[in-house]
């Protein structure tokens, strides 16, 4: 027999996952679920189109109605969310009510923290959570662990990344490959980074560089929100410096950064005649038109390097992942590493390699777990040891 698993949101990123577990997951059947019911069927007969069978089966559930999502929980023996993250908590407390591992796609440190919380309540449950999976927060982080790994003292930290389009078009030279919802949040408030061994926090737009990454040629890097969910907090006093700067193509940062300085992406509502308008919304319906391409084809990138000491002397690890949409599936570069990290990590919990309990993505696995199961998928990862 064979697992049962569970995907809440039947958007682009949980599509893919839905694929990997039938895929790559020893399953039995994986319930995609959805409150839209002409999503969930199309996300449903698309999938099963592509595997050539019938293991992917819909479901119409609303998050937000607890006992509907508990009743599927128990359906299953691992679930992944991949709805809006202001559900997450709650979706976590019924996951163990229900005894069901749970992983999600994250998006907001803050509430990832109540979720680790609850560590006790899932060990004794018997089952593992492990919040934010997916690309950045997710896979990055994996990637600095693994490269981490090469090392006897691990000591500074850099992680780059970020999802952009294959071919630039001005004025914006971005196209949106998740939600648009996401991209703002990272773009708001403060980074917390380690630096001089403490956690740091680091306002979003600073840290500007402008880097050569083959094969894309210049990129600009600078600082964003949540790309290191609880790494800073669980590595203080372990390293020097651990940093995480959102790859983009030039001039990206000098328009978003207009953008913010502007306050169009504050949450805070202002009066515009007789109304009131919360200003990310009116930057919301004013943007996303511009830069969403149900088409794109795009490329995913996550570069570490780390730097420490090796058998007495000084040494530096690099390791790259470059990902490509996949013409074969369909499926973009952002929805592979978001929705396939997410996926990994739910068969290993299905499987009980993960342990019973609320774990932070950079301690639940190892990184050399992960690589392995990422290069099974495809995924192209050089490492490169120096010293």
């Avoid at 509430?111 to 899932?122: D, F, M, N, S, Y």
């Amino acid at each position: 027999m064979g697992y049962t698993y569970l995907v809440l949101g039947a958007g682009r990123q949980g599509t893919a996952s839905a694929y990997d577990l039938a895929r790559n997951g020893d399953a039995e059947q994986v319930l995609i679920a959805d409150r839209v019911p002409e999503l969930v069927e199309k996300a449903a007969e698309r999938l099963n189109a592509l595997l050539g069978s019938e293991r992917i089966v819909p479901r119409v559930v609303d998050v937000g109605d607890r006992d509907a999502l508990l009743d599927i929980l128990t359906e299953a023996d691992a679930a992944i969310s991949a709805v809006p993250y202001i559900f997450n908590l709650e979706i976590t407390r019924a996951a163990i009510g229900s005894g069901t591992s749970l992983n999600d796609l994250g998006g907001n440190t803050g509430i990832v923290r109540k979720q680790l919380e609850l560590t006790g309540e899932a060990e004794k449950a018997g089952v593992s959570v492990v919040p934010d999976c997916g690309m950045g927060p997710g896979m990055n982080i994996s990637l600095a662990v693994y490269a981490m790994s090469f090392l006897d003292e691990p000591r500074d930290v850099f992680i780059w990344d970020g999802g952009l389009p294959q071919k630039t078009e001005p004025p914006w030279n971005y196209r949106l490959t998740f939600n648009i919802g996401g991209l703002t949040n990272e773009y708001y408030g403060n980074a917390y980074f380690l630096r001089d061994g403490k956690v740091t926090e680091v306002p979003c737009f600073e840290g500007y560089q402008l880097l050569d990454v083959p094969p894309l040629g210049k990129l600009e890097a600078f600082v964003t929100s949540g790309g290191l969910s609880t790494a800073p907090w669980t590595f203080e006093g372990k390293l020097r410096t651990l940093e995480n700067r959102t790859l983009r193509y030039p001039g990206h940062h000098a328009q978003f950064k207009a953008f913010s300085d502007l306050g169009l992406l504050s949450l805070e509502p202002v009066r515009v005649g007789d109304i009131e308008v919360i200003p990310r919304d009116l930057f919301h319906a004013l943007l996303e038109p511009k830069i969403y391409d149900p088409d794109v084809r795009d490329v995913g990138v996550i570069m570490v390097r780390v730097f420490g000491r090796k058998d007495g002397g000084e040494a530096e690890v690099t390791v790259k992942l470059v990902d490509y949409y996949d013409e074969e599936t369909g499926f973009t570069a952002m929805q592979r590493l978001t929705g396939w990290h997410a996926s990994i990590i739910s068969i290993l919990q299905a499987k009980g390699i993960v342990m019973p309990g609320a774990h932070p993505v950079e301690i639940a696995v190892p990184g050399e777990l992960v690589v392995k199961e990422a290069r099974k998928r495809g995924f192209d990862i050089s490492v490169k040891v120096k010293g």
